[in-house]
């Protein structure tokens, strides 16, 4: 009986804490489809009975939320691909070889993380402009590649230290260069890892705000997030928009979340035991 | 098996380009903090310690710094204690534990900007859903984001929603790390549920605990999106923590000499925290 009681009240608090997490999601994702008399209306409407797509058609056609949804793609496709390369070869290099300063990564890595950004806010925004790279996708692929080379650096470093080197060494003994054996046997056995790796770094990028709001200043870098906060900072602000365009911005990171939340959570408990 | 050589190409893009990255704007930073420069031009007059002796008396920074203070430490607590009853929690369930963290875990993975206005649109004094609960119980609506003794709370308690899955992802492993065997050794020796949770978890999980913490209070010092896009630090500044403090002095009043010595600041507080954190936990662990 009493271990009913335990089993009842766990699940109930889970219940609670699931409710408490997902509501203002759902929150958003409903509203978003609700027409103007809906959302502001005093009672909150909770049938779609009314549904329509009206706040996507408006924020889609007569705004540039388009445009923001496609500079945020490449930057944040550019950032990964770029910080992705970079980590494999880095991680890989501090995996297999010994060096002196093998605490170097750690040090970055710590620093990346610590960073509070808004102390390399004012000297990257001085020397962006000095190049010409302000209000330019370039510009902000590499102001973030800031935070995120040295922490996929340092999952890969992790993720590689666990495959054997009997893989390479077999390679090398067939004849393989150490970088064919990076390339020809490393990489294929680490899709996983570095799948989770790029996910975690696209995520990131696409969600960043501070950079995006202070280094662009047209429509022509702008990211999704900023132009959602632009929404808001209107004196009437239109909801409906805000919350199609909120759902919108949070669509990429969820299907990459559920594709790959098995192994993402998984290297992720591995990650923090050591 | 490992050569000397090597390793130092695989090792160099990275190590350029973050030390090109990060090393050379902190180093920026530091010199911009002694200059100062009032319109945006690269004309600096080299003025010394005087915008760090300025911060002192600047009562926009005293009142950023309170709130960051205030900002940080509420909202690591309940993220902590939040995310060790969820983690408790996962790990109890037999059945649909996956299922339960994946929804659990929602408001760590929706983006920032999602997320504020999200709540924005919560609190909402008209229109907002946690104004009609308050009204269908006779309540009176409250202005949340708008009353200067509410802002700061209010937007603490969605850095709570927004964190506390990843204490709990991080705790969960924790509790996975404990071994059963201690458990059942302590009920073999008659201890009951909350004397081993409090005897043998709690002690255990004291690493994961004091990692887990110094990384949130880190986060929360350098936290921006937020507090920006829901309030933009006010009304009347009282929501506005160092982070979006140092945003407005740096591009809205474009005061570069001023914002790089605040920030200069923050990084060093910052520091300074979490080196005694360390070194404060480390000690016990010795004990």
Redesign the interface.
């Given at each position: 009986m009493r271990k009913h009681f335990a089993t009842i009240s766990?699940?109930l608090?889970?219940l609670l804490?699931?409710g408490?997490?997902?509501f203002?999601?759902i929150?958003?994702f409903t509203?978003s489809f609700l027409p103007a008399s809906d959302?502001?209306?005093?009672?909150?409407k909770f049938s779609l009975r009314n549904g329509t797509f009206e706040n996507y058609r408006y924020v889609l056609g007569e705004t540039h939320t388009l445009k923001y949804f496609w500079n945020s793609i490449i930057i944040a496709l550019c950032t990964t691909l770029i910080s992705i390369i970079?980590?494999i070869?880095?991680g890989?290099?501090?995996a297999?070889?010994?060096?002196s300063g093998k605490n170097?990564l750690s040090i970055?890595v710590l620093?990346?993380?610590?960073?509070?950004?808004?102390?390399?806010?004012?000297?990257?925004?001085?020397?962006l402009?000095?190049f010409g790279l302000l209000d330019t996708k370039t510009g902000l692929v590499?102001?973030y590649?800031?935070f995120t080379?040295?922490l996929s650096?340092w999952f890969l470093r992790g993720f590689f230290e666990t495959i054997p080197?009997e893989l390479e060494?077999a390679a090398l003994v067939d004849g393989c260069t150490?970088f064919g054996a990076l390339i020809r046997v490393i990489i294929p056995v680490s899709t996983p890892g570095i799948f989770a790796t790029a996910t975690y770094a696209f995520?990131v990028a696409?969600?960043e705000?501070?950079f995006s709001?202070?280094f662009t200043l047209s429509h022509d870098s702008r990211t999704?997030?900023v132009g959602?906060?632009s929404f808001?900072g209107q004196y009437n602000i239109n909801?409906g928009a805000?919350?199609a365009s909120?759902?919108l911005?949070?669509i990429p990171?969820?299907v990459l979340?559920l594709a790959f939340?098995d192994q993402f959570?998984q290297s992720?408990?591995e990650g923090?035991?050591k | 098996m490992k050569k000397r050589n090597k390793g130092i190409y695989y090792v160099l893009p990275v190590l350029i380009v973050s030390g090109l990255l990060i090393l050379f704007p902190l180093a920026y930073n530091v010199y911009i903090s002694f200059t100062s420069s009032n319109i945006y031009s690269l004309e600096y007059t080299f003025v010394g310690l005087q915008n760090y002796k300025r911060l002192l008396g600047d009562e926009r920074f005293i009142n950023a710094l309170k709130n960051t203070i205030v900002w940080s430490f509420s909202s690591v607590l309940f993220q902590v204690v939040l995310g060790l009853i969820a983690a408790i929690v996962i790990n109890s369930v037999t059945k649909g534990q996956r299922i339960i963290q994946a929804l659990i875990m929602v408001p760590w993975i929706i983006p920032g900007i999602a997320a504020a206005s999200s709540w924005r649109w919560l609190y909402h004094p008209d229109f907002g859903f946690i104004n009609y609960f308050i009204r269908s119980f006779g309540g009176k609506p409250v202005l949340w984001l708008g009353n200067p003794n509410l802002a700061l709370p209010s937007v603490i308690l969605v850095n709570i929603w927004k964190m506390y899955p990843f204490a709990a992802l991080m705790l969960t492993a924790g509790l996975q790390s404990i071994p059963i065997s201690i458990y059942e050794a302590a009920k073999i020796d008659g201890a009951g549920r909350a004397s081993a949770f409090f005897r043998i978890t709690l002690p255990m999980m004291r690493p994961i605990l004091s990692v887990l913490s110094l990384l949130l209070t880190i986060w929360a010092f350098n936290a921006f999106d937020f507090i920006y896009t829901m309030t933009e630090g006010g009304p009347a500044r009282s929501s506005e923590i160092l982070g979006v403090r140092i945003y407005k002095d740096a591009m809205k009043s474009q005061m570069f000499g001023r914002a790089a010595a605040q920030a200069m600041t923050l990084f060093v507080l910052m520091l300074i925290f979490s080196i005694f954190y360390l070194k404060l936990t480390y000690k016990r662990s010795d004990e």
């Open positions: 766990t699940y608090v889970a804490l699931i408490f997490s997902i203002p999601v929150w958003m509203s959302i502001y209306s005093v009672t909150p970079l980590a070869l880095a890989y290099g501090f297999r070889f010994r060096f170097i970055f620093l990346s993380q610590m960073l509070p950004l808004v102390v390399v806010l004012v000297p990257l925004y001085l020397v402009s000095k590499l102001a590649l800031i080379i040295p650096t080197s060494e150490r995520i696409w969600q705000f501070l709001l202070s999704l997030p959602i906060s808001i909801w805000v919350m909120s759902t911005v949070s990171v969820m979340f939340y959570v992720f408990t923090i035991i | -």
